[in-house]
């Protein structure tokens, strides 16, 4: 198989590490991948749908993997399927109509209430009823929760502990246009607690495989406190997703929204990520995504001891039932190293040391670059993503910060307590 996959942070690494082990693999292509992926695929250049187009028909592609979601949510999946020559590629990634389980949070949480998909309670507003927004504001408890329907690059979230800030910042977004156009519709939404895990399905639209779940540490600071980043590290199995509360994920939330799909008469192909809240031992969906995730994909490939490319293969001709899965008994843990200011400001371009000297991990690439005399530098906030897998958390966290400790760049930051939340 001739596979071209479409991104360049940690998750498409992740990604690019399990297709070039695939036996299945011949040509191996990423657009625009990054200095670490050259060691699995070649690295080309490609902008547009119709580039893209062009090139799969001249190196043959047979399968192409749509990595992040915004080309999903563009529709790249329609693009392919349109076109005469393109429509017999196999693409790993729902059509347009599709994608809008993340594209539109309005969309994602309609659904979810038609096909009684445990999820928060909410209401979605225009600028033509902020009044109504207010009083709806009123009738929830603190802290409030306000989403930009459309994609906003992971910031459309705000979570608020006032009543009049939440009023404020809901005209902010519906009048100013806080996230642009993004923010047009609110989606305000009744605040879940508990503790949140990620869940990972491959789907052909009536099969799925169960991919292994993960967690995320998605806040900057140690004891999960600071702002949001887009993953500070990530673990899988997580110790609470035990069999009881999994077996309520796929009855409660899997299969009816695999159902719902096809009672929609929406075709879904690709991954489906349920991000879920643990409500006292219930899931609720806080959100879906069309994509897997970053930094959870790190952990999650890791543990993957099956061939991905098969079952890309089987997924395009609908018999992903018949797919063996084998997923890896051990831990892995992901740790991110990031560039020192992240997720506000920060800057790039410094050498990063030390990757010669790693032992028993893998390190993904996330936001590097080459220079001309080849050293690696930083290009991005999350730069490399360090994981292991051994035989307990503990031993994989060991591995992950005894190579970290081999590894430096001028402000060098990663969270030291990655999983310590889950060995209480
Ligand atoms: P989202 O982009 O929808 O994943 O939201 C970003 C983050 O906000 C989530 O990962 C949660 O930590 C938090 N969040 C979103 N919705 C809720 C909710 N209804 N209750 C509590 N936390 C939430
Ligand atoms: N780690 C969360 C995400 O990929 O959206």
Known sequence: M?????????????????????????????????????????????NGFEEIGSFCQKEKIDILVVGPEQPLVDGIGDYFSEQESLKNIIVVGPNKVAAQLEGSKDFSKDFMFRYNIPTA?????????????????????????????????????????????????LENMLKNEKFGKASAKVVIEEYLSGVECSVFVLTDGDNYILLPEAKDYKRVGEGDTGLNTGGMGSISPVPFCDKTFMQKVEQRIIQPTIEGLKKDKIHYQGFI???????????????????????????????????????????????????QLKISEKTATTVMLCSGGYPENYEKGKIING????????????????????????????????????????????????NINKISFD??????????????
Not at 2 to 25: D, F, H, P, Q
Not at 29 to 46: A, Q
Not at 358 to 370: L, P, R
Not at 385 to 396: G, S
């Open 2 to 46: 001739n596979i071209l996959l479409l991104g360049s942070g940690g998750r498409e690494s992740a990604l690019a590490r399990v297709i070039a082990n695939s036996k299945r693999t011949e040509h191996f292509f990423i657009s625009s991948g990054n200095p670490g992926m050259e060691e699995w695929g070649k690295c080309v250049s490609l």
């Open 121 to 169: 309670k909410y209401r979605t507003f225009t600028k033509d009823n902020i009044q109504e927004g207010k009083d709806f504001l009123r009738t929830l408890q603190a802290p409030y929760v306000l989403k930009a329907d459309g994609l906003a690059a992971g910031k459309g979230v705000l979570i608020l502990n006032s009543l009049s800030e939440a009023e404020e910042e």
């Open 273 to 323: 990520f349920f991000g879920l809240m643990n409500v006292k031992g219930d899931p609720y969906v806080i959100e879906y995504n069309v994509r897997m995730g970053d930094p959870e994909s790190e952990s999650v490939f890791a543990r993957f001891d099956s061939d991905i490319v098969e079952a890309f293969e089987l997924m395009g001709k609908k018999e992903l039932d018949k797919y």
């Open 355 to 402: 990757l010669d000297k790693v032992q028993n991990a893998i390190v993904y690439h996330a936001g590097t670059k080459k220079d001309n005399e080849n050293n690696i530098l930083t290009n991005g906030g999350r730069v490399l993503a360090v994981t292991c897998l051994a035989d307990d958390m503990q031993q994989a966290l060991n591995l992950c910060y005894e």
């Open 411 to 424: 402000k060098m930051y990663y969270r030291k307590d990655i999983g310590k939340d889950l060995m209480k």
